[in-house]
Nanobody, 124 residues
Framework: VQLQASGGGLVQAGGSLTLSCVASGFTFGRAAIGWFRQAPGKEREAVSCRANSDGSTLYADSVKGRFTISSDNAKNTVYLQMNNLKPEDTAVYYC??????????????????WGRGTLVTVSS
């Protein structure tokens, strides 16, 4: 069971990045997968989650209207499209999954399944 996140980088404020999270070892179509971030000196926070079974999504207020979570079931991959990035979006981004599709469990960070982080740096 594994999650592999990628796509981070350095971008100017107002720019865009797309993060990818490739999942393996569980039934992707049944899972809920989410993105979290942790900025220096801050606690980890939920950014966005998606239930692959019905496509329902959750977003943190700070990213609504700027970030979009989507998935490609054929590739077992979840994406986070990040537009209009701000310096306060700078953080290490992690993907996490609930193979049973438990959105609340996932959103509150209680899943045991985490990928390695990918660093997003937004310069002003």
């Amino acid at each position: 069971v594994q999650l592999q996140a990628s796509g981070g980088g350095l971008v100017q404020a107002g720019g865009s990045l797309t993060l990818s999270c490739v999942a393996s070892g569980f039934t992707f179509g049944r899972a809920a997968i989410g993105w979290f971030r942790q900025a220096p000196g801050k606690e980890r926070e939920a950014v966005s989650c998606r239930a692959n079974s019905d496509g329902s999504t959750l977003y943190a207020d700070s990213v609504k209207g700027r970030f979009t979570i989507s998935s490609d079931n054929a590739k077992n991959t979840v994406y986070l499209q990040m537009n209009n990035l701000k310096p306060e979006d700078t953080a290490v981004y992690y993907c996490s999954a609930s193979p049973r599709g438990w959105m609340v469990h996932l959103w509150t960070g209680k899943s045991d399944l985490w990928g390695r982080g990918t660093l997003v740096t937004v310069s002003s």
